[in-house]
C-alpha cells in the first residue's frame, strides 16, 4: 500500500482518499446489502456516489497502482452485480449505475 500512497501523492490525490472509498463500497455491498434510492437530490445522499468517487479517484492513478485494489475491487463489484439486475432503460456510461436494485435495498426487484 506504500506504492499507492506514493501514487495518490503523484497525482495530487489525498493520502488515503482510494483506500477510504473502497472501504465505503465494500461496505455498500456486503451483507444486509445497502444500496437504497435516495430520499433526496442532495449530493452525498446517492449510495452510487461513493462507486463514482472511487472510479474517478482510480482513472486518476497509474495502471500499476490501479492493480493494487483491483482484486478487492473485483469482489465488491461481483456482489453489487450479484444483488442488482441490469437496467435497460439507463443511459449512464458507468456501469454501475446501469443496474437496479429494490427500494428498500433488500437486493434484485
Not at 64 to 75: H, N, P, Q, W
Request: charged letters at 30%; proline letters at 11%; hydrophobic letters at 40%.
Amino acid at each position: 500500500m506504500r506504492q499507492l500512497a506514493f501514487a495518490e501523492a503523484d497525482a495530487g490525490l489525498v493520502p488515503g482518499a482510494v483506500a477510504r472509498a473502497l472501504r465505503g463500497w465494500r461496505h455498500r455491498t456486503r451483507p444486509p446489502f445497502r444500496h437504497w434510492l435516495p430520499d433526496c437530490p442532495c449530493p452525498g445522499c446517492d449510495p452510487l456516489e461513493v462507486r463514482e468517487d472511487l472510479a474517478q479517484l482510480l482513472s486518476a492513478l497509474p495502471r500499476r497502482e490501479r492493480a493494487l485494489i483491483g482484486a478487492e475491487l473485483s469482489k465488491a463489484d461481483r456482489r453489487f452485480l450479484a444483488l442488482t439486475l441490469p437496467d435497460p432503460f439507463a443511459a449512464s456510461p458507468r456501469w454501475f449505475e446501469r443496474r437496479l436494485a429494490d427500494q428498500h435495498g433488500r437486493g434484485p426487484l
